[in-house]
């Protein structure tokens, strides 16, 4: 495989590909001899005046970097990747499945980021298997107490504390929440910024129900829902379609709560998707139990 090549290589590469000259892309705040700089690795690009360089090249941030990799992306790259798009796994059991792939990498490095990615899929684990939020909390504690010292939260903060909105208490996991929410605008470049969004609005809803704070649950389910349309994301809109069916039979709609719940069960069917499946038929039998109605 091919060395990778810097950022300024990449960029410089592409803007030959394009038949473009240095000129052609030169803007007020990207100078002639800036530009040759970059290029040939003189100087530092930062974050900004990478971006303005890419987009007068009529590319994307993620397509430099996927060129700057060879058209690989990184070991790491694609563990992050699959931890975004987690429900839409086809293993059987994608958060072992990931583990296992965390696992092998930490063997060659030692990240931090992984690591507490790691702590966060072992935590839904938890959660998923015996319902105890306390159990779960403890293997994240020590992320939040990393965050709550920062005065602001980077990407990779807020896709954290996305999946881990538990730790904090019901009575101010609304306010911290919102707080994900105001943060993630400062990420509207990054294309995942929706998808996270519809994240957070879910496991918002899914931990106010478990607070039994449902009448609060129901904002956060409506807005999970129009941002999976948004996203064109079905899989994700019709997990959304199953948390209202929850909130009706709350509500005591039974009969819209039973027709929502069988939409969605028929969906997963439709798809083949066994494991979200299983997840909503035992989900929609506990919480039957739970308001005593079978």
């Keep these: 495989m091919k060395n990778t090549k810097t950022i300024g290589r990449a960029l410089r590469d592409i803007r030959k590909i394009k038949g473009m000259t240095q000129n052609d892309i030169v803007t ?10 970059i290029e040939t690795d003189k100087v530092n690009p930062s974050y900004g ?12 941030l993620e397509e430099v970097l996927y060129y700057q990799n060879n058209y690989m992306i990184p070991e790491k790259e694609k563990i992050i990747y699959e931890f975004r798009n987690l429900r839409l796994s086809s293993y059987d059991n994608p958060i072992i499945i990931l583990i296992e792939k965390i696992d092998l990498y930490l063997e060659k490095y030692k990240d931090i980021q992984i690591i507490e990615l790691k702590a966060v ?17 403890k293997k994240v504690d020590f992320i939040w107490e990393r965050l709550e010292k920062q005065d602001e939260w980077f990407y990779f903060d807020v896709l954290l504390l996305s999946n881990i909105i538990y730790v904090f208490d019901s009575e101010i996991i609304v306010d911290v929440g919102m707080k994900i929410m105001k943060e993630i605008e400062k990420f509207s470049y990054n294309v995942q910024s929706k998808r996270l969004k519809m994240s957070i609005a879910l496991n918002l809803g899914l931990f106010l129900k478990i607070a039994d704070k449902m009448d609060l649950a129901i904002e956060f389910i409506e807005m999970g829902i129009e941002l999976a349309k948004q996203n064109e994301d079905l899989v994700v809109e019709y997990l959304a379609y199953y948390r209202k069916s929850e909130f009706l039979l709350y509500k005591g709609h039974f009969k819209e709560a039973e027709k929502l719940y069988n939409k969605s069960v028929q969906f997963y ?10 997840d909503i038929k ?9 308001l005593k109605l079978g």
């Design 269 to 278: 069917e439709f798809i083949g998707n066994q494991i979200m499946l299983k």
């Design 282 to 290: 035992n989900d929609w039998l506990n919480y039957n139990k739970k």
């Design 49 to 60: 005046t990478i971006t303005t360089f890419a987009n007068q090249l009529g590319v994307s």
């Design 28 to 37: 007020t705040n990207l100078t002639r001899s800036s530009i040759a700089k």
């Design 121 to 137: 899929l072992e935590a839904s684990q938890i959660f998923t298997l015996t319902d105890n939020v306390e159990l779960a909390r």
